[in-house]
C-alpha cells in the first residue's frame, strides 16, 4: 500500500523550474519569430500602401498636365506656351504656363470648354513640403504678364518638378518660350515634345524618391 502510494505521488508531481524556464525560452522564440513576421510583413504592407498613393497621385498629376498640353490653342494663330524656373527657397522647380481649351469648369453658370491660361507653379506647405499647383483663369487673350498663385493642388510631397523640351531635330532644352523660339511665323513655335518629371519624396527612404518621367507630343500644326 505504502509502495503504490508513492509511486502515484511521484507520477502527481508538478513541473520543475528547469521545465517552465525551458517552455518559457521556447515560448519566447516562437513569439519572437511570430512577431518578426509579423513587423516585417505590416512593413512590407505600408511600402506598398505609400508607394500605391504616391504612383495614383502623380498619375493623376500627368494625365492632367497630358491632357492639358495636348489640347494647346492658338490665339490670333499664335500659340503660347511659356516655361521657366522658379525658385523656391533654395529649392529650382519649374514653371509651365500656356494657353489650352482644356478648362476644367467647376461652377453651374460657367461655360465648358472656352480657352484659359493654364499654369503648373510648386508652392511650400507651412509644414516646409512642397506642393504642385494648378491654375485655370478664363481669359479673353492670353496673358502671361501676372502670375498666379491660386488654383488646386494636384500633387502632394514634391521632391522635384523638371521639364525638358524639344525641338523639331530632337534638340533639348530646359526652357521654351513661344515669344523667343520664333522660326516660323512670328510666336507660333511650339516644341515636339514636353518631358514632365515628379520626383516625390519617399518617407520611408530618402535615398530612393518616387520617380515618374512621361513624354507628351503636342499634335499642333507647324
Known sequence: MTDCFAVHHRRSRGFTLLEILIAIFILGIVLSTIYA?????????RDVNDSSRAYKMARIAIDRMSRDLSSLQPFK???????????IGSREFGLLTFWSAAHLVFEEDEYVGPPALITYFVKENQDGSFSLWRSDIVQGKPSTDKKTDRGVIICENLQAFNLKFYDEGGRESDSWDTMVHSAGPPKSRVPVLVQIELVLVN????????KFVTKVYLPVRR
Open 77 to 87: 494663330g499664335a500659340f503660347v506656351l511659356q516655361s521657366e524656373k522658379s525658385m
Open 203 to 210: 518617407d520611408r527612404d530618402a535615398e530612393k524618391p518616387h
Open 37 to 45: 513576421a509579423y513587423s516585417g510583413t505590416m512593413t512590407v504592407i
